[in-house]
């Protein structure tokens, strides 16, 4: 198994325990329909620090492996974004719709403000990038 396939191993099972913990934490805390910060911030840092300690053992485990990247990973890392990017998008699509079937606009407006940024950025980098090897 080649290190960045640990890595995915490592992203998908921290991001689902960390899911599944947010899930039971914000029912505990009074169900969906209730703001609960704590619980947020406790998520997003748990999935930081767990994700890290994941890919710091992987890399001291392999050394050798943690800096080899070829072809092939390369081809199934884009493949693996853009499937990521379009989960992404359709997410955000469907919860702004969402949100306007509730009447709440601006967080519809936000949601397709921030996917039309998305959309930007990544022909931009790809203009920049090739602009600096030209």
């Known amino acids: 198994m080649t290190f960045s396939e640990k890595g995915a191993w490592i992203m998908v099972s921290t991001t689902v325990l960390v899911s599944i913990a947010y899930a039971v934490g ?3 805390a009074g ?3 209730v703001g609960s910060a704590a619980w947020l911030l406790a998520a997003m840092i748990a999935l930081v620090v767990v994700s890290a300690v994941g890919h710091a053992a992987a890399a001291a485990s392999s050394p050798a492996e943690a800096d080899v990247v070829d072809e092939r990973d390369q081809a199934i890392a884009l493949r693996a974004q ?3 990017g379009w989960c992404l998008s359709a997410g955000a699509v469907g919860i702004a719709g969402y949100a306007m079937v509730l009447g709440q606009w601006r967080l519809a407006h936000m949601l397709l403000f921030a996917l039309a940024a998305a959309t930007v950025a990544e022909p ?7 602009r600096r090897e030209a």
């Open 82 to 84: 853009q499937v990521g």
């Open 124 to 130: 931009l980098t790809a203009i920049v990038l090739y």
């Open 31 to 33: 169900g969906w329909d």
């Open 26 to 28: 914000v029912q505990l």
